[in-house]
């Protein structure tokens, strides 16, 4: 007797657990890691504890239309096409530029912002106008940002690469390197905070950025491609320009 309700019971108890699980597989579903990095203002960056940003919210206003649950992972840059391909997120939210080298591996929604790359150096450098300057010179960069790549290709050039933003600034105002580029709007943001630097602004080619997913989740591109036409339809979008890059 004592066997069979012990029996029964462990048989209840997977039931229930069973059930647990498909409830909680089913809320999962709903919800969408975001992997981003922190370091670019005005696109993501923090307030405390806080993720906040341009980008930041551009997706929860994307989620508000697909009818999904977000939670922000921030990560090193160059992690975030690995996390992505490895399922620990499922787009990555990050003004990250659509190149193709990229697009071989995940794919991109419609752009939803067009940037150029630019160089900050000390306010009393007349030294470096143009990237043509850079022979001979220190640059730093971020690990896999568009002026990594840019830069990695010129010759005649010391690269010194950092994990962060603001790693490479630190670097600036120290003077181990002579100049740094990066997007033009973090650029901006940098400069403004920081009387000692100056930005000078390049004739790069214009680099538009885009949300990444993983190559399989072509329901959920169309879904985020839909929700960015009708935010740019209904003034949303113009309502986040203004709120980060009015002045």
Not at 75 to 87: S, Y
Not at 158 to 186: G, M, R
Not at 217 to 227: M, R
Request: proline share 2%; with cysteine.
């Amino acid at each position: 007797m004592f066997k069979n309700n012990l029996f029964k019971i462990i048989i209840a108890l997977s039931i229930v657990l069973t059930v647990f699980i498909g409830c909680q597989k089913k809320e999962d579903k709903n919800k969408l890691y975001v992997g981003t990095n922190a370091e670019f203002e005005p696109f993501e960056y923090r307030e405390g504890d806080k993720i906040v940003g341009f980008d930041i919210d551009l997706i929860n206003e994307i989620a508000k239309l697909i009818g999904a649950e977000i939670e922000v992972v921030d990560m090193q840059f160059d992690g975030l096409l690995p996390a992505l391909e490895a399922k620990k997120i499922d787009l990555i939210v990050a003004g990250m530029t659509a190149t193709e080298e990229r697009k071989q591996f995940v794919n991109f929604s419609d752009p939803y912002y067009n940037s150029k790359q630019s160089i900050v150096v000390l306010s009393n450098n007349t030294d470096i106008t143009t990237f043509d300057n850079f022979a001979g010179k220190k640059v730093g960069v971020v690990l896999g940002y568009t002026g990594d790549i840019l830069v990695s290709e010129m010759t005649n050039v010391e690269v010194q690469k950092f994990n962060a933003t603001s790693e490479t600034i630190l670097a600036l105002k120290s003077q181990k390197v002579d100049a740094v580029v990066l997007d033009y709007e973090p650029a901006k943001n940098y400069v403004a905070q920081n009387n000692e630097l100056k930005l000078i602004e390049t004739d790069s080619a214009t680099e538009e950025y885009s949300i990444a997913m993983r190559k399989d989740d072509t329901e959920l591109l169309t879904k985020v491609n839909d929700a960015l036409k009708t935010i740019n339809e209904n003034g949303t979008y113009e309502t986040l320009l203004n709120k980060y890059f009015a002045n």
